[in-house]
């Protein structure tokens, strides 16, 4: 059971550049979302989702995309980079009441 | 949400009893409160949550007062693993958005 995975661990990208930043979950939680903490900052939420075929935005949503096609499966896309996305991304599942259960993070620099 | 006030630190000895307050004085009667840690880098690890009862588990207990304005997280026997980012939040159950504010750092000392 590897619980929340997500892919790559580290990015560089340059200003425009576009790229996916994957997650994925084992566990058949229904409720999965992704969120941003800058250095020395609590975590920010981007866009979320309770179940496939549905998301939402958070409090962060500009200059990201995602989409849910299945249960397991929960990518965000960066539409073109910019140095205010450097941060380190994380990816959380959830179900029902339980607590999320969050992904290692992928740490992204924009150039 | 509900909005929480936390320490923004403290410290707790090796081996001592470490005792998280937070107040949440505006919860809603269908509000749980959860906790959350962050060790340096990592991801946000669930601790503990509840609604009105004391609640226990292999990490922490959690105490939440009669009238539910406030908790305290016990961690009983804390290490220098136990060296984190603490964050107190209410939500209900069924909304998924859970909102962070600065949490408490906790620096437990040899």
């Known amino acids: 059971n590897a619980g929340v995975t997500q892919t790559p661990k580290f990015q560089v990208l340059k200003t425009g550049q576009s790229m996916t930043l994957q997650c994925a979950q084992d566990m058949n939680h229904e409720y999965m979302s992704w969120y941003r903490q800058d250095p020395g900052m609590g975590l920010r939420l981007i866009h979320y989702s309770v179940g496939a075929g549905i998301t939402d935005q958070g409090e962060v949503p500009n200059g990201y995309n995602v989409s849910r096609s299945t249960t397991e499966d929960f990518p965000l896309r960066l539409l073109s980079a910019a140095p205010s996305q450097t941060s380190v991304y994380f990816c959380?599942?959830?179900?029902?009441?339980?607590?999320?259960?969050f992904g290692s993070g992928t740490r992204l620099t924009v150039v | 949400d509900a909005k929480t006030t936390q320490p923004p630190s403290m410290d707790c000895a090796e081996g001592r009893a470490a005792n998280l307050p937070c107040n949440h004085s505006?919860?809603?009667?269908?509000?749980?409160v959860y906790w959350y840690r962050q060790i340096h880098s990592q991801g946000p690890q669930y601790i503990i949550h509840g609604l009105k009862n004391n609640e226990t588990n292999e990490m922490a207990s959690l105490i939440i007062t009669e009238d539910r304005k406030s908790s305290t997280l016990i961690l009983p026997h804390a290490t220098l693993r136990d060296t984190a980012v603490y964050y107190c939040?209410?939500?209900?159950?069924?909304?998924?958005?859970?909102?962070f504010g600065a949490g408490t750092t906790v620096t437990v000392r040899a």
């Open positions: 505006t919860i809603s009667g269908n509000e749980y």
């Open positions: 939040i209410v939500r209900v159950p069924f909304d998924y958005k859970l909102s």
């Open positions: 959380a599942s959830s179900s029902g009441s339980r607590g999320y259960t």
